[in-house]
């Protein structure tokens, strides 16, 4: 009887370590902490495209920049009642050089002429109710707006847009020399492909000589030359006025 007892009192001591795996298996199960992996997930923040896509601009906004240093030299009659050196600090860098000591109402002409996707920017003005003269043309360099002629318009020197991106550069020394210079838009800058020009001759003023890219040519040459590139005819433009704001 007691070899019974000790047998069962053996056996139940030799059973008790294998029900410690099945009541500690809830404890130590990964599964409870697994929940968490929703919080790790990158998911919430990884979209930027809210953010990324740009946002739509309008036409003229490349040159905006340009159009408020107008519309601040239009309210103040392009500082008339300055002195010159006053006049010039007072008004910005775009403003053409003609139009600050002959202010006149300003437009604007967006225009690409080259076709490579980029505007252009012609300013023009005139005594209201006459016909709008050119008096600077600008490109966009990819970060700001930039002169394509390093001259000033509206006097002896004057130009006008053709198509195919061409412009005519019309200049004019005196009476006895003038000539007329065409040049191709080529992104922020204006090169230069032909030019003519005529002189009188000094030995005897009566005749005169014509040269086309600083070689000699007959007139016939000279005038084929201005009316090859004219013959394209003028491009046309979309003027709007510049307010005085």
């Known amino acids: 009887m007691l070899a019974c007892v000790l047998a069962l009192s053996f056996s139940g001591c030799a059973a008790q370590p294998a029900l410690n795996p099945e009541t ?114 600008l490109g966009w360099d990819g970060a700001k707006a930039v002169r394509l002629f390093d001259m000033d318009f509206g006097y002896r020197t004057n130009f006008d847009v053709y198509t195919g991106g061409i412009i005519e550069v019309t200049w004019s020394e005196s009476a006895f020399e003038s000539g007329y210079d065409f040049y191709k838009v080529d992104g922020a800058k204006a090169t230069l492909v032909c030019s003519v020009k005529s002189v009188v001759n000094t030995e005897n003023t009566n005749e005169m000589l014509y040269y086309k890219d600083n070689k000699k040519v007959d007139q016939k040459a000279y005038d084929s030359t201005i009316s090859g590139y004219e013959s394209k005819g003028k491009q046309t433009l979309t003027w709007t006025a510049i307010a005085d704001k």
């Open 24 to 137: 500690l298996a809830p404890t130590a199960s990964p599964a409870a902490t697994a929940t968490v992996l929703p919080l790790a997930s990158p998911a919430a923040t990884a979209s930027p495209a809210p953010t990324a896509t740009p946002a739509p601009t309008t036409a003229a906004q490349p040159y905006d920049g340009v159009i408020a240093q107008y519309e601040i030299a239009l309210k103040n009659n392009f500082f008339a009642d300055l002195d010159v050196d006053a006049r010039n600090k007072a008004m910005g860098q775009y403003i053409a050089e003609e139009l600050k000591n002959n202010p006149n109402p300003v437009s604007y002409a967006l225009c690409d002429l080259d076709g490579n996707g980029t505007q252009e920017m012609i300013i023009g003005a005139a005594p209201k109710g006459e016909t709008l003269g050119n008096y600077d043309i």
